[in-house]
């Protein structure tokens, strides 16, 4: 990334321009692991990002601790409060929407929400099995965490991973857009795998949102984008 340099031309400063930032809010649900390793990545210059908010779905978790560390204003926007997937989505648009974020990154958020217009292509999640052959047994609702470990090694897979998507409608079933294996190990359970699957995320989360943002240039200027629930 570059970070911006001045040159000295007949006395003159001039300076490079630095690299456009795109504004990232971040959704969680946990206890922010992926957060706080995107967080870093950004801080060693790694990723021309800004986190503006970060939302979670549950009060109280650490995930919001790490934010607030950091600087970063959040939220809680609970599931409960609200009567229908609709309803919940239009809250977590509404939230976000003062800080005007060019993209939204799903870090362990564990909720549905609908795809508003204009926001087409602009949700990212990471899950943690390899998409789309685990898609009839390790994705949907309630599959998250070591339980996806736990339906991979009962499918008796010999290869796990991690998928960076962009998010649709449906749980899981967005485009892929990068991809990294983990072997399966024997003796493996959901937490030894479930850890060196995390590990690969690491890498993999980061350099998936690299490539997408090096990709839509034009998609970080538009600033309007309406928070309207869909027809």
Known sequence: MTSGRA???NGNVLCEQREP?????????????????LLGVIACGELPLD???????VPDVRGLSVARDAGIPVATVARKAYP???????????TIAPF?????????FLRQVLVHPGWEGRILNIHPALLPEAAHYAVGKGLFGE????????????MSGATVHLVTDSYDEGPPLLRTEVPV????????????VFHAECDLYPEAIRRYIA?????????????????
């Open 7 to 9: 040159d000295v031309v």
């Open 21 to 37: 930032r795109w504004r990232v809010a971040v959704l969680l649900s946990g206890a922010g692991r992926t957060l706080h390793n």
């Open 51 to 57: 986190v503006v908010a970060v939302v979670s779905s």
């Open 84 to 94: 229908s997937v609709s309803s919940y989505s239009d809250a977590i648009y509404a």
């Open 100 to 108: 005007s974020p060019d993209l939204i990154v799903m870090a362990g």
């Open 147 to 158: 339980r996806v470990h736990a339906a991979v090694l009962a499918h008796g897979d010999t």
């Open 185 to 196: 190990l024997p003796g493996d359970d959901p937490v030894t795998l479930g850890g060196r």
């Open 215 to 231: 990709s839509r240039p034009d998609l970080r200027k538009q600033r309007s984008i309406g928070t309207g629930a869909k027809a």
